[in-house]
């Protein structure tokens, strides 16, 4: 039986990346579980503004959060090649619901390597689980792409850390419980030397959180958070002080892979939808598809999309294998949330009136995507790392 995405809309293609017998079942579960149960109500969580607790705990519940983390954790000890086929499942049926994934995938590596072991075996089960979310709190009003320029202060207080300053832009700042701080603890002249991470209890004293009113991305949310003489306990600091910065740049590497699988998904389905569309869809007597100026602009975003996709994965297959992938990683970062929205808007456009409509997901799909082109790394970033990388070679 076909499945679908939307009612008449037909579902995205099968994954494909020579994936082992338990990739591909995760793949099914998980492309199950994201139409029958996330695409139906992905315009709902919009406008409710939310992904209810209760879907959470059903990922969990399917082993669809942090797969990559070892059974002691919580998670099945995967590689992150199957995490990629995971989120970008889950994306398929609804683009914000792939936050869950990405941010326990990039929070939850931070606080296994670098947590107390008592405090990363209370934390991970409940993230993987889907009882808490973690934020990830790095981006400060003065500091966006200049991530080591960070001005909220944490001072040593015999055996807490007091934190005072503001964080800004975080993906999920009204609904996460927890989240990885990143803070001065050394001088401004330090830079990235002088960072360290924290991870804090948001319902602590002195915390206060606003939400901002954004173009997509509306299930998500983006807000602020404000510490007040917030104190943390030492032991919950995350590595060695003065560390921090280097743990989450390690991090992105893996993150922004996800990423571009997360907006390369909604492009895929949203290719698949036009396909049908435009072959049962007649003009002057004859299939849309009939026309090369229609089937040629989504020949070449099939080319494009599945170009990226493999660049994503491969990304993903160096992590595991240890190679060095922050090239690739800046690859996927840049490339797949333009990509994605460029593929969107063709959808819409060859979908003519009903496509502009809010009746169908185009709409929303491009507001979604949209964001990513700024968050976690601009464009422009991406592409000094890709230089620098570049040059590296050269010199050596």
């Known amino acids: 039986m076909k499945e679908t995405v939307f009612p008449g809309m037909a579902s995205a293609p099968a994954t494909s990346f020579g994936l082992t017998a338990d990739q591909a079942s995760f793949a099914e579960t998980t492309r199950r579980f994201a139409q029958e149960v996330l695409a139906p109500g992905y315009k709902a969580r919009e406008a409710a503004a939310t992904i209810p607790l209760e879907l959470r705990r059903q990922m969990g519940e399917l082993g669809l959060i942090g797969v990559e983390f070892p059974p002691a954790f919580g998670g099945i000890g995967a590689d992150h090649v199957t995490a990629g086929v995971v989120l970008e499942a889950i994306s398929e ?7 869950i994934q990405l941010l326990g995938s990039l929070c939850g590596a931070i606080v296994a390597r670098h947590a107390a072991g008592d405090i990363a075996a209370q ?13 990830l709190a790095l981006t400060e009003p003065h500091g966006g792409s ?3 320029a ?27 419980d927890l989240a990885v701080v990143f803070a001065r ?15 804090v209890d948001l319902a602590s004293p002195g915390i206060s959180r606003t939400r901002f009113s954004d ?19 030492a032991q919950n600091r995350l590595g060695a002080e003065g560390s921090g910065f280097v743990q989450v740049m390690q991090g992105f590497d893996f993150s922004r892979a996800l990423i571009g699988l997360q907006c390369l998904a909604v492009a895929r389905v949203s290719l698949a939808e036009t396909w049908a569309y435009v072959k049962g869809r007649k003009s002057f007597g004859r299939p849309l598809a009939d026309n090369q100026g229609v089937t040629f602009p989504l020949a070449e975003a099939e080319t494009m999309v599945e170009a990226a996709r493999l660049l994503c994965f491969h990304t993903l297959a160096a992590k595991d294998a240890g190679a060095p992938h922050t090239r690739e990683a800046a690859m996927c970062k840049w490339w797949a949330p333009k990509l ?3 593929v969107v808007q063709t959808c ?14 185009f709409e929303q799909r491009l507001r979604d995507v949209l964001g990513l082109q700024i968050g976690d790394g601009t464009a422009q970033i991406m592409k000094l790392i890709i230089a620098r990388e570049a040059l590296k070679a050269v010199s050596a």
């Open 215 to 233: 173009l997509g991305q509306h299930a998500v949310g983006r807000g602020s958070i404000f510490f007040d003489q917030v104190r943390v306990p």
């Open 93 to 99: 049926g609804d683009f914000n619901v792939g936050y």
């Open 123 to 135: 934390v991970l089960p409940r993230v993987i689980s889907g009882e808490s979310l973690i934020a």
């Open 348 to 361: 819409l456009l060859l979908h003519g009136h009903a496509g502009w409509s809010t009746e169908l997901p």
């Open 185 to 199: 603890t050394g001088t401004a002249a330090e830079r990235a030397h002088g960072i360290s991470a924290f991870l």
């Open 150 to 176: 960070l001005a909220l202060k944490a001072v040593r207080d015999g055996d807490t850390y007091v934190l005072d300053g503001e964080k800004t832009s975080i993906s999920m700042a009204d609904q996460a």
């Open 340 to 342: 994605a929205f460029e």
């Open 146 to 148: 200049d991530a080591a």
